[in-house]
Every structure is written in C-alpha cells, then in structure tokens.
C-alpha cells in the first residue's frame, strides 16, 4: 500500500513532488476555467491570477483544513451573459461583487445559528443522488469537449481521447511510487503528443503572444437591474458549494463542514468570488476536476494545492506560457473529465452506502428516486432570466421533500417515524 498511500490534507510534500503534482492539479482546471471567460469575451489572464488568488485566500480562510481549487463558475453564465449583452461586461462584474458579498453574509447566518439543519432538508438518501449529479450532468460535456457528440465522428479526435483516457484509467490502476500519484498528468502530457501527431493543435496564437504581459484588470460598475438578474445565482453557487465540500469530505475522510466548518468555506468561496468582480475576473467555486483529482491519486495536500494556485498566478503574467496551456486540445480535456467527473459520480454513490441508507423506507426512495429523475431529465424551472436545472434543480427538489417529511413526522403521519 506504500505505493498508493494517502498523502494527508496537512502533509507537506517533497518539492521534487509538490512541482508536478501542482502542475496537474492546475491542468485538470485549465481548460473548463478558461473556458468562462472566452464565452464572456474577456483575456483569460486576469482569471487565471484570481484562480490563483482565491484558492490562497480559500487555504488561509479554512486554516488549511479544506483542500479546493476554486476555477471559473460556469453558474453565472445565463444571467451574466444577459447583463453583458445589455449594458457591457462591466456591469456583470458590479453583480458578481454583490452576489460574492451577500454569500458572505449567508455564511455569517450559518456561523450563527449552525449548520444542522443539513442533515435535515438533505439527509442522506437525499445527499447522495445530489453530490452524484455534480458529476453526472456533465457527462455530455465531457463527451463534447472530446468531440464524441459530433454528426461526424473525426478519427482524430477519437484517437487522442483513447490515448488520454486510456494512459489515465491504465496509468491509475498499474502505475507504481510516485507514479501512482500523477496519473492525470501523465495523461495529459501523452494525450497532447498524441493530438500534437494528428495534427490537431495550433500554434498560431502562442507565436503571437507576448513573453510577459499584464493581467487585464478592469473596475466594476453598478445597475440595480443588473444585480436583480444576477442575485439569485446565490442559490445555486450555495447548493453547488455545499455539495462539493460533502464529496470532498468523503474522499478526504473528514466532516468538513464541522472543522474547518460550512461558514468559513462559503465565506471563502464568496469573498473570492467579491473580490473577483472588483478586479475584472469572473466568479469562482471550487472545482469538481481538482476533486476528482484528489480522488484518483489520495493526494489532499492542501500544499498542493497551494502550490497549483501560485502556477496559476505565474501563468497569468506570462503571455506565451498561458496561451501554450490553453492549446491543450478538447479530447485531452474530454478524456480526462471522463474519468474525473465520473469519479465525482461515484462519490455520491459512495456516500449512500456509507450511510447504509435503508431502501426499504418509502422515504429513502422517494427522495433518491426523485432527486436523480429531476436532475437527469433536462427539465428547468425559469423565474424571469433564472433558469434552474439540472443539479440544482434536483438540490433544491431534494431540500424541499426533506422538509415536507421533517414536518410531517413532527406530526406523527409518516409510516416509519418509530424506526428512526
């Protein structure tokens, strides 16, 4: 077992293996993070150095005591892109600092009056089909990235995905000492020889950028309007948050929600996310691929991670390097997202049976039922430019039925209320 041990959430970590294993926690977030703010039409560089930045600030908020990435949040997509397209980009920044600062003060409701009622609106049966589906709706994205949902299958494409998922699923079972602990990275490194021999990579755009270049800072300005369609992404980044730190929990083997404790996380994520929008970066989260990483190779060194974060920084200030990083091509992401967002999946699979959830309680498998249906199904629920769906939909779903069962047990209607 010496080969494949756990390296601990506060073990430190050997520089000549802090280096590579920070190097692959930084390319499992890469190509989603960037991704962001290519849609919102900004430079990369100015996230890549707020990445960096709020997963500092995440480490020394949470005492180092919660590892996480925090990468680009994909949650603030639809509304964002309405604001941008109506008053400018500017103004999705004035939303995202308000959006960071009243996820703050939720995190000081929670420190006040605890975080118990968790185990209430999302108890177990209900808790793992939700942390399941933080993988699961992103399958499809995982198989576009790799361009498998194409009309037309490109050979190419379809050769480098083998190479990357097939050198991370081999590379994670049979690779032995060190080795064994950077099997997502060495995957990465094969897959883009193997998309560097088909031909499919470009190196146009690295051949332009500048050696060194600033980050693209830019002020937020602020429209009521703005924030109004912007706010109520607070409840799906809440939702998304908690269930990230549940399976993180899990694979670490600690209830980090009690220690470092639910507020000091939601309150690191948030003011990353205020902080982000007062520089000209996009909103933050803690990332299911640097999850999913910690879960392949047992390495939670918040060290690590640490050590990801200032690549990160370094990146943004070197115009060639971050641009070189952002050819890596979408078969290499897609292979390596086939395996990390399905290792998420079977997280939450992990957290129904640790918890022996009896299915033969009509309630286990209402709310286990239910939940997976209204989060693989592609229903949405719209309220005005909100759009819920998928994961959060179902989080939310699930909340709603737990309460409905804590009420109706406080009146003496349910059927099995004596076997708890």
């Known amino acids: 077992m010496e080969s494949k041990r756990i390296i601990q959430v506060e073990e430190k970590v050997p520089f000549k293996m802090l280096v590579p ?24 560089a100015v996230v890549l150095f707020m990445n960096g930045c709020g997963t500092l600030l995440f480490i020394f908020i949470t005492k180092g005591k919660a ?5 680009s949040s994909f949650a603030f997509l639809a509304p ?8 400018g980009y500017e103004y999705a920044l004035g939303g995202f600092v308000v959006v960071g600062f009243f996820g703050c003060i939720l995190a000081l409701i929670i420190y006040k009056f605890g975080a118990d009622w968790i185990d209430i609106v999302l108890p177990p049966a209900a808790m793992g089909p939700v942390v399941a589906l933080i993988g699961l709706e992103l399958a499809g994205t995982a198989a576009s990235n790799a361009g498998l949902t194409d009309e037309v299958l490109d050979p190419k494409n379809v050769i480098v995905f083998l190479a990357t998922l097939g050198t991370a699923v081999i590379g994670s079972v049979v690779f032995k000492k060190f080795l064994s602990v950077i099997p997502i990275l060495i995957a990465i490194i ?11 990579i470009d190196f146009s755009e690295v051949a332009a950028a500048d050696i060194l270049a ?3 800072f830019s002020a937020p300005k602020f429209k009521w309007e703005a924030i109004v369609i912007i706010l ?12 990230h730190q549940i399976v993180t929990s899990k694979i670490v083997g600690r209830d980090l929600l009690k220690d470092p404790g639910l507020h000091r996380s939601l309150f690191a994520d948030n003011f990353s996310t205020m902080i982000s929008g007062f520089i000209g970066s996009v909103p933050t989260t803690t990332y299911g691929e640097n999850i999913g990483v910690m879960a392949v190779t047992k390495v939670y060194s918040v060290y690590v991670i640490g050590g990801a974060a200032v690549l990160s920084i370094l990146c943004s200030f070197v115009g060639k390097l971050s641009t070189l990083i952002s050819t890596i091509p979408g078969p290499v992401i897609g292979g390596i997202s086939f395996l990390l967002y399905g290792m998420i999946g079977a997280s939450g699979i992990r957290i129904l049976v640790e918890a022996q959830v009896d299915y033969g309680k009509s309630r286990n498998l209402a709310l286990t039922s239910i939940i997976f249906v209204t989060g693989l199904s592609g229903i949405s629920v719209k309220f005005g430019s909100i759009e819920l769906t998928g ?3 179902a989080c939310i ?24």
């Open 214 to 216: 600033l980050p693209n």
């Open 80 to 87: 964002a892109g309405i604001v941008i397209s109506k008053w």
């Open 391 to 393: 994961m959060v939909l």
């Open 232 to 243: 109520p992404v607070l409840l799906v980044i809440a939702s998304e948050h908690i269930g």
């Open 397 to 420: 779903v699930g909340m709603l039925m737990g309460l409905l069962f804590y009420v109706l047990d406080k009146l003496k209607l349910t059927n099995d209320r004596d076997e708890e």
């Open 67 to 71: 590892p996480a990435y925090l990468g």
């Open 190 to 200: 094969v897959g883009y020889v193997a998309a560097l021999l088909c031909g499919i």
């Open 21 to 44: 294993l920070s190097i692959q926690h930084m390319f499992a977030m890469f190509g989603a993070s960037v991704l962001v703010p290519f849609i919102f039409g900004i430079n990369p």
